[in-house]
């Protein structure tokens, strides 16, 4: 392993040339990779094109995290700037390989690219795949073998779940409600147990001593109750939407944009106001604070796929049908 870090740390040094003169772009195109970002685009699939799309989508992105950040653990393997020897443009407290940044965009933007067989996506989602990936050198949080190893696994993602999804959406519209609620508890929980295994496969083999200070909240389980909340309060949501009130977007950009609008910043508020007041009640990485980030993650999950739509049938923003594949 010495050897591919020593490569990679001179490949981040070479990249790095070019600060600070790209920083800001670097930066910026990092964010593009964050689940602040997904936040804001996944909604705009769901809300403006099909709550179909959106789903699955969150989907494909859950999944990828879900499994990234299991092998970050798993793996738990350091980050260039923990070595030293490079620039640190940003930090971060989780191990490094693979990079999530790498897996999420490969995943969304392949899988929509998949779905929509459009040239200029495909063209789109290569552009945005490499430029997040290249970013991630230049700040100095991932080594060249991170952002290969994520793009392997959000390709294995995108394909199982294209081979699986028609078979998965057949058997859900032929299953109730409640068998896909608590499909979703279960999966939800299954994230948990599957997050407390591998911090307890791990708990005998500490960080070595050259960058374990860099390391101290690498183990923590905060990202998995955020991972499960957001399967929860999508699942229920997205059920509830389904065979209670489907809708359609609306069919004009201006009423799309005006129910985009509304709903993200309701969201925004949703996600911020709970961040700050459960930040009141609970410090993170206590059993209270970790509750509290499931709720928060669920709710605004639920907001998204259930409370948004029906908000934008009440406004007569948006269309109702009767279909429940739309």
Partial sequence: MEALYEFGIRLVQAV???SPALDGLMEFFSFLGTIEFYIL????????FSASLGMRLLLVLLITDVFGSLLKQLFHQPRPYWLGGVKVLAEESSYGVPSTHASNSLALWVYLAWKEKRGWLWGLATLLILVIGWSRLYLGVHFPHDVVVGWLLGAVVVYAFTRLEARFSTWARESSSTTLLLVGLAGSASILLLGWLVLAAIA?????????????????????????????????????????????????????????????????????????????????????????????????AFWATYLAPWVFIKLKWVNKTGSLNQ
């Fill in 41 to 48: 685009i996944v909604p705009l699939f769901y809300w403006t």
């Fill in 16 to 18: 790095q040339n070019f």
């Fill in 204 to 300: 005998g083999s500490p960080d070595p001593e050259r960058w374990r200070s860099f390391a101290t909240l690498a183990r923590q389980p905060d990202h998995y109750f955020t991972l499960s909340g957001f399967l929860f309060g999508s699942v229920s949501g997205y059920v509830l939407m389904t065979r209670q009130i489907p809708f359609k977007p609306a069919t004009g950009w201006r009423m799309r944009g005006a129910s985009y609008l509304l709903g993200i910043a309701i969201l925004l508020l949703i996600y911020l106001g709970l961040d700050a007041a459960f930040a009141l009640l609970a410090a993170d990485d206590t059993p209270l604070g970790y509750t509290l980030r499931f709720i928060r993650y669920s709710t605004v």
